[in-house]
């Protein structure tokens, strides 16, 4: 099974997104902003960093890559995607995802392993966790303050697309503790912590975020 | 010809008369307004290591034979073989002058700089690491600078993709007004990769890629980094810092490392002081010898600027490359992919002259060497006047706790003052994750980062100094941050291999500075000839000073280890209850520069503690070998603080408490900085096998209690909760800075 890991110019954790696909046994195929072609991939990865330098607005200038213009249709019509990050912001500014990253509640750039409580172990890219479960990922990120106007954030609630929250402390003052969110369908998820960080003990607080991607097989393979 | 010197501003220039004088005798006549430019940043301090090239001439005759050493001073940055076919190159360098003017890029532009020379040489960059020295942490100007150089790092270095993997934070009067900025960048390579920065082969094309230039940082190397602050020259020097493109520059790795795989490159050098002037003096200097630039190609960010600005501009994230006419469109089409502009600006020559034109006339016709070599001065040193009386005021005249709750309250006065305190403020600004090899970062000894995937080998990362041992004694003093950086890599399993340092003092006019900085350099050649790890590299900074007043000496060593297998890496927490605790090494009372004295009584005097470069020796094959036999859960580097500090973050770091029983003086015990010591948590059960190994090795060693609990507690002394200890350790940043 092939999972694809898109490079922006800017893009940084594009390796750990691949490593992570192939310790969860598929096989990460690497897709370049420029080229209007996913590979014939069964899902896709939009990975941390800072794709154009964050100018403008993270994730603004990322939108218009010819490789979205492929995407995003995709995306629409099934295919699985996960916003990692920077990728998060992708997406929200692509309009796949509701709501808006902000600068952190802070101010200040926030690396941290953070506690999180699985709200939707239902997408694709979370199946193999139980829904209430507390992992821990590290958080890394300077705009990773989740907003929505208060009927979005509602609507988000009811129908299940928080799909994981902050259970301790708010680390950026996030919106209702929101750390990921998915779409109406539940394909497409984004969230601002990163699960790729946290796929071997030796290199991260824990093997917590691994199963993101095991998700992902399971449900492909499905 | 008194005319003409009148009419030249060499002064202005930061040349002295003699200095001009030299310049058009090389020339035999007066110099162009582009050459004086070129020759000015090119013979600054900062450029030129004028003043300490004699004295840097002991570390590369006293380098220990080493085959590790593949690549030694006098490149971009040293490499070592590591093994299994990998390079490992790493180097650290001081930015200190522009982050007190401009903090935040200042610090930015630090990182930057020191990343393109580690990808001069080949090598994919894989970590950085930033040694800051600040003034009192409590002083209103700290609350402006600091906060700025965190930023800068963090905004520079994350969104180039590097893991910040450690370093040092920590205050002194001394540095109000001087703060130090010392980036360390560490990069990774096959056998095969290594580039080189001179311009061979006539006919070659000559390569400006990266960022277009612009007008900052013009006169950086020469007026900014090579002169003391006075008190008025702020206002003129501020537009001097350069500003910094992360972005840009992650395209630029990525671009190079494209250029360098598919073999397009003949030579390559980074821009950084003294920009397009120190790039083709040096790559032509080093090549063939000579070199013809039109510097009316160069693409230009403001088209005002004319041949002096441009050559002296240093605008941030351009590098020059030596390429063959046949390969140029190759060259570029990568540039392209990568959306990295790109301009041939002139050719390799074998004429001997480095000539520059500017729309067809001729504005530099130099030798290369003239302008690369630069002059030497054998400055005059003479031992401070102070400095009989500060060995004489020994710290044994102190006033010590003398009972429990006395050493307690020490205790957390030491892990509760700004230096020794929780650094997460600093440390959760950076990224230390990306790119999935960090093992080990802050607050850990070391930072270590895996190398290979399959095989765990690694390189485990440390930077030390201290500026008071250095006040004390410059050359013991080297020596000491040199045994406890060799320390910090040895206490995670891994062996060191090689030091890089940067050498932080006042101005070279001064024949005080002069004398510390040669005791400095000596302790270094001394210490890594005993050590048996040669110098790689490094970097001097000068004119650290505000008026008459000059910082105390402050190298910062960096050293390089390997670790065969980072799964068998050794973190400082104490995580498993029941290991026991044992203290390897000799304590004596030595108090002279600890921090006891300096937190406690604001005390600097007497002798600082005494080197045993032999024993530390000993002392990290021991932790090698028990590393790799399993027969430890934890270990811990002594030194700022003694013993008393390294389990209160032995304890924190694994979420454990401890009991032990202290050998002798409690208060010797706790707070002595005594070297070449550790202490090391010995797995249930394996404690007669490290016994043996420990005899083996020749170290010293007292069992001194276990790993139990959820209190550090010292039998007859005292108890703190760990709750408590973690209060004081992590509120002090905070405090300070919000």
């Known amino acids: 099974m092939r999972v694809g890991v898109i490079t922006f110019p800017g893009s940084l954790d594009d390796r750990d997104a691949a490593r992570a696909v192939r310790l969860a046994g598929a096989e990460p195929v690497t897709l370049w902003h420029g080229d209007r072609d996913l590979r014939g991939v069964a899902a896709v990865i939009l990975p941390g960093g800072f794709s154009y330098g964050d100018y403008l607005r993270c994730g603004a200038i990322a939108r218009f890559a010819p490789v979205m213009s492929e995407l995003i249709p995709a995306a629409r019509a099934g295919l699985p995607v996960l916003g990692i990050c920077n990728g998060f912001q992708i997406l929200c500014e692509a309009q796949l995802l509701p709501g808006a990253l902000t600068r952190n509640s802070g101010l200040r750039f926030v690396t941290r392993d953070v506690r999180l409580r699985m709200e939707n172990a239902r997408t694709p890219w979370t199946r193999a966790y139980a829904g209430g479960e507390e992992i821990v990922v590290p958080l890394k990120s300077g705009a990773g303050c989740y907003a929505a106007d208060p009927r979005t954030l509602a609507g988000l609630e009811a129908s299940g697309q928080v799909v994981i929250r902050y259970a301790d402390s708010d680390p950026n003052g996030s919106a209702g503790g929101i750390a990921g969110v998915c779409n109406a369908e539940g394909n497409v998820v984004g969230l601002m912590p990163h699960p790729e960080h946290a796929v071997d003990p030796l290199t991260g607080p824990s093997a917590d975020g691994l199963r993101f991607f095991t998700s992902i097989v399971a449900a492909v393979l499905r | ?738």
């Open chain 2, 1 to 738: 010809m008194t005319a003409d010197i009148v009419a030249q501003p060499f002064a202005e220039l930061g040349l002295t008369r003699a200095e001009y004088q030299k310049i058009v005798d090389t020339l035999g006549r007066r110099p162009t307004g582009a050459e004086l430019a070129l020759y000015s940043v090119m013979w600054s301090e900062h450029c030129s290591y004028k003043s300490s090239k004699i004295y840097l001439r002991q570390l590369a005759p006293a380098e220990p034979a080493s085959a590790a050493l593949l690549a030694g001073i006098g490149h971009n940055a040293g490499v070592v073989d590591i093994g299994q076919g990998y390079a490992v190159t790493f180097k650290i360098e001081s930015h200190n002058h522009p982050s007190y003017v401009e903090p935040h890029q200042g610090a930015a532009t630090g990182v930057g700089g020191i990343v393109r020379d580690i990808l001069a040489m080949g090598a994919r960059p894989a970590a950085v690491m930033d040694a800051l020295r600040f003034g009192p942490a409590a002083a209103p100007d700290t609350a402006r600078v600091l906060p700025g150089v965190v930023s800068g790092i963090s905004f520079y270095g994350n969104c180039l993709g590097l893991p910040n993997i450690g370093g040092e934070l920590d205050f002194d009067p001394c540095y109000a007004g001087n703060p130090l900025v010392n980036a360390l960048c560490v990069g990774v390579m096959r056998h095969g990769d290594l580039q080189v920065a001179a311009a061979g082969g006539p006919g070659n094309k000559v390569i400006l890629f990266g960022s277009a230039t612009g007008p900052d940082g013009v006169g950086g190397a020469s007026v900014l980094a090579s002169a003391a602050f006075g008190r008025a020259g702020e206002a003129v020097k501020r537009p001097s810092v350069q500003v910094g493109d992360p972005f840009l520059e992650k395209l630029l790795v990525e671009c190079c490392l494209e250029l360098f795989a598919d073999g397009l490159v003949v030579g390559i050098q980074d821009l950084g002081a003294a920009g397009v002037a120190c790039a083709t003096t040096e790559l032509a200097a080093a090549g063939t010898g000579g070199m013809r630039v039109e510097l009316d190609r160069v693409p230009l960010r403001d088209p005002s600027l004319g041949p002096p600005e441009i050559l002296m501009s240093e605008s941030q994230e351009r590098m020059m490359a030596v390429v063959e006419p046949g390969r140029v469109d190759e060259f570029l089409a990568v540039c392209a992919k990568w959306e990295i502009r790109a301009a041939v600006i002139g050719e390799v020559t074998d004429t001997g002259r480095l000539v520059m034109t500017w729309h067809g006339e001729t504005v530099v016709d130099i030798p290369p060497g003239s302008a690369a070599d630069g002059p030497v001065y054998h400055r005059p040193s003479a031992r401070p006047a102070a400095q009989d009386a500060i060995s004489a005021d020994d710290p044994a005249a102190l006033p010590r706790p003398s009972d429990g709750p006395g050493l307690r309250a020490d205790l957390l006065a030491l892990v509760g003052s700004p230096g020794l305190a929780d650094k997460s403020w600093v440390t959760d600004q950076y990224d230390r994750y990306v790119r999935g090899d960090t093992v080990l970062a802050m607050p850990e000894d070391s930072g270590l980062v895996r190398v290979d995937e399959a095989t765990g080998l690694g390189i485990a990362l440390a930077t030390d100094g201290n500026g008071r041992y250095g006040r004390l004694d410059p050359y013991l003093g080297t020596q000491l941050v040199l045994s406890e950086a060799y320390r910090n890599v040895a206490v995670t399993g891994a062996r060191p291999l090689a030091v890089t340092n940067c050498l932080n003092f006042g101005s070279p006019e001064d024949p005080e500075v002069m004398w510390q900085f040669a005791g400095a350099v000596r302790g270094l050649a001394d210490g890594c000839a005993a050590l048996g790890i040669p110098v790689t590299g490094g970097n001097v900074s000068f004119y650290n000073q505000t008026g008459a007043v000059a910082i105390h000496p402050t190298p910062v060593i960096g050293v390089l280890g390997v670790h065969d297998d980072v799964r068998r890496r050794l973190s400082i927490g104490f995580g498993v209850p029941g290991a026991s605790l044992v203290l390897l090494g000799r304590t004596e009372p030595e108090f002279g520069g600890s921090a006891w004295a300096h937190v406690r009584h604001g005390h600097l005097g007497g002798r600082p503690p005494a080197p045993d470069l032999l024993a530390e020796r000993r002392l990290a094959s021991l932790l090698a070998a028990a590393a790799a036999a399993g027969l430890l859960s934890a270990a811990h580097d002594l030194s700022d603080g003694g013993l008393a500090v390294a389990l209160a973050e032995s304890c924190l770091r694994g979420g454990t408490g401890c009991r032990v029983r202290l050998p002798g003086d409690p208060f010797t015990a706790l707070f002595s900085e005594s070297a070449a010591r550790a202490v090391v948590a010995v797995r249930p059960g394996l404690e007669a096998a490290f016994a043996e190994l420990r005899g083996a090795h020749g170290v010293p060693g007292q069992a001194i209690g276990r790993v139990a609990g959820d209190d550090l507690v010292v039998d007859g002394c005292f108890a703190i909760p760990l709750a408590e200890l973690a209060a004081v350790h992590t509120a002090a940043l905070p405090e300070l800075f919000g």
